[in-house]
């Protein structure tokens, strides 16, 4: 069956969202058809609105909507300890936690060489720049535990190790409630290889 142009439209639009198949791109534009012609315009003005007002922040590469971020505004945050993430949403996830009050710097991505993503298209030379001052005296690396992130996380740590910063690694293992018998071979070596004393 062909579809309208305009609906056609809209359905490709959807489906070139992340996450979002063919089923369900078209589910969302019958949904956007059945929507008041006001709530329409708001969220398409909400679109066009976070592309056009929504930066990076000048020091620690988070979205923001003026020069810094709220973070980095923060004078009762710990300076001297960072915390490299990979994305933006990694950072919501961080602060969810209530457990970290340092500061982040986003590298936007990780080392991927068979997707052409080298050091030069990450912010690893922003991050460099920043730890000259002096003041940082730990970069704790939290990147995922997936093969790109965990070449990201070595190649920092042997790139900051001889500046004379203190370079840690988030733990990885069992999540909190998680029963034994139910995690995978690579989930177990992490927890061993993590494990602390007590």
Not at 69 to 79: F, L, Y
Not at 133 to 159: M, P
Request: with cysteine.
């Amino acid at each position: 069956m062909r579809m309208i142009k305009p609906l056609a439209r809209l359905h490709e639009q959807l489906r070139r969202l992340p996450g979002i198949g063919s089923k369900t791109a078209l589910r969302l534009a019958y949904h956007v058809l059945d929507m008041p012609s006001e709530d329409v315009r708001e969220l398409a003005d909400a679109l066009i609105s976070a592309k056009e007002q929504i930066r990076l922040c000048a020091c620690c590469f988070d979205l923001c909507d003026s020069d810094l971020c709220d973070i980095c505004r923060d004078k009762t945050r710990d300076r001297t300890v960072v915390c490299v993430i990979e994305q933006p949403q990694d950072l919501m996830a961080m602060e969810r936690s209530r457990g970290y009050k340092g500061l982040y710097h986003v590298l936007h991505g990780v080392l991927s060489p068979l997707d052409g993503v080298g050091p030069e298209q990450l912010k690893i030379k922003e991050l460099l720049v920043r730890l000259q001052s002096g003041e940082i005296k730990e970069v704790i690396v939290a990147t995922n535990s997936d093969v790109e992130g965990e070449a990201t996380a070595t190649y920092l740590a042997h790139l900051l190790k001889p500046i004379g910063v203190t370079v840690s690694r988030i733990a990885h293992g069992l999540p909190v409630g998680g029963d034994l018998e139910y995690a995978d071979e690579v989930t177990l070596s992490k927890a061993l290889e993590n494990r602390r004393n007590m």
